[in-house]
Every structure is written in structure tokens, then in C-alpha cells.
């Protein structure tokens, strides 16, 4: 009995240390981005402190909606439902993603790879806004779509690095942290993300493991946003397309 209140002590510290990390860290992230961004200011990472500082912004609003019963819009169906935000902050980001590999991965057959992903994530959220409600249900289909989408760009950009450098990732590249830490999340979280729509249409509340695991794994994918900042050289112009 003892040990196994041991335990419960420890993971209710865990999950108190990780619920109030997460959020300071978006602001963090977003300040860390303009300390170093004389070093990127002229490439497609430019509008970075923005998407940081809207991220911190965005979850702030998501967390007054569900913990203090804030509503967006009259009707009191909305009160305590963060979707909406949710659901606009998921297009800017995979939107502003695919256009940053689009610009720095030189090959013209990826950069089709990338405009094909933006097309099916564009076209996985109509058909997710034709099924269920934009306002008021997390859309799952889209964002699987773009994540997956991430996936994909983030594996083509370390395909690129070990063809030009002979290194997977260098740590003097911001976008070769920035692409860690995206990997890692999105291939850790996107099968979280789809049995908690599960869970959701069974109802059932899921595993509190879930949470954990996701929070983990968004704090890893902040820190290596962090370290890139931290350790990058100045980005140089663009190099050519080759085939």
C-alpha cells in the first residue's frame, strides 16, 4: 500500500510539473526566436516569433475556455469548448510549415512532394468541416492529414542534410532542430490524437497515460525549438534548385 501511494504521489507531482510547463515554454520559445532573429530574418523562417507568440496566445485562450468556462462566441453551447481556436491555429501552423520546407528543400520533386501534401491536408479539411462541426469538435482527419504531411517534409530535410553534408542533423542548422523536434511529436502524438477521437465517440475519458506522454512530448519538441535558436549559425540565402 505504501508503495503504491509512492507511486500516486509521483505521478500526481508529474502531471503538475507537466500541465504548467508546457505553456511558459511556447513564450519562452517565442522570445528565445527573437533574440536570433537577425540571424534568419530574410528566409522563409521570418514570421517564426509570430507563429511562437501565437502558439502561447492560442493555448493561453484554449485553457481560459476549458478551465474558466470563457466563450468566443453568445450562444453557451461554446462555453468550455477550445476547438474553435484549436482548429484555426492547426491551419496557420501546417500552412506556414509546408511553405518553410517548400522553401528550403532544393530538389524540384520535392518541393512537388510538399505542394501534393498541402492540396491533401487543404482537401482533409473540407471533407473534416463537411463532417462534423469546425466550431465545435477537434478536427481530426485535417490534422492528421498535416501531420503526416510533417512528417514527411521533416524526413525529406534530413534526407537533404545527409546528401549535402553527410550528416542527418546538424546542430548548427535551426531547421534541423526545429525538424527533431516536429518528427518526434508528430509521430508520437498523431496515434494519440486518433484513439482520443476514439475514446471520444465510445465515450470514454482515454488513459491518463495519453496525456502524459503527449505533454512529454510537446515539451521535448519546444526544447529542441529552443536549442536551435540557441545553437544556430546565421542561415545563408537559399541555395538553387537542383534536380
Not at 507531482?13 to 510547463?21: A, F, H, K, P, S
Not at 477521437?197 to 510537446?218: N, T
Request: glycine share 6%.
Amino acid at each position: 500500500m505504501e508503495n503504491i501511494a509512492l507511486v500516486d504521489l509521483f505521478l500526481e507531482g508529474l502531471d503538475t510539473i507537466l500541465e504548467n510547463v508546457f505553456t511558459p515554454l511556447y513564450g519562452i520559445t517565442a522570445f528565445v526566436a527573437l533574440w536570433r532573429y537577425r540571424r534568419y530574418y530574410d528566409t522563409a523562417l521570418k514570421f517564426l516569433p509570430i507563429i511562437f507568440f501565437y502558439t502561447f496566445l492560442s493555448e493561453t485562450l484554449g485553457l481560459l475556455i476549458r478551465d474558466y468556462g470563457f466563450n468566443l462566441l453568445i450562444n453557451d453551447i461554446y462555453t468550455g469548448n477550445n476547438s474553435l481556436p484549436a482548429n484555426i491555429y492547426h491551419i496557420v501552423f501546417y500552412l506556414f510549415f509546408f511553405s518553410v520546407y517548400y522553401y528550403f528543400l532544393d530538389r524540384p520533386r520535392d518541393k512537388k512532394v510538399v505542394v501534393a501534401w498541402i492540396i491533401i491536408f487543404v482537401f482533409a479539411s473540407l471533407y473534416n468541416i463537411y463532417k462534423e462541426s469546425f466550431l465545435t469538435l477537434s478536427q481530426v482527419y485535417a490534422y492528421v492529414a498535416g501531420g503526416l504531411g510533417i512528417i514527411c517534409c521533416c524526413i525529406l530535410y534530413f534526407i537533404q542534410n545527409k546528401r549535402l553534408t553527410g550528416k542527418w542533423c546538424n546542430k548548427r542548422d535551426l531547421l534541423s532542430w526545429i525538424s527533431l523536434g516536429l518528427l518526434a511529436f508528430y509521430i508520437v502524438y498523431i496515434p494519440i490524437k486518433i484513439m482520443k477521437h476514439y475514446w471520444a465517440l465510445i465515450g470514454e475519458y482515454g488513459d491518463p497515460w495519453s496525456r502524459r506522454i503527449h505533454l512529454s512530448v510537446l515539451i521535448f519538441m519546444y526544447i529542441c525549438f529552443i536549442l536551435g535558436f540557441v545553437k544556430m549559425d546565421r542561415i545563408l540565402l537559399k541555395r538553387k534548385s537542383t534536380v
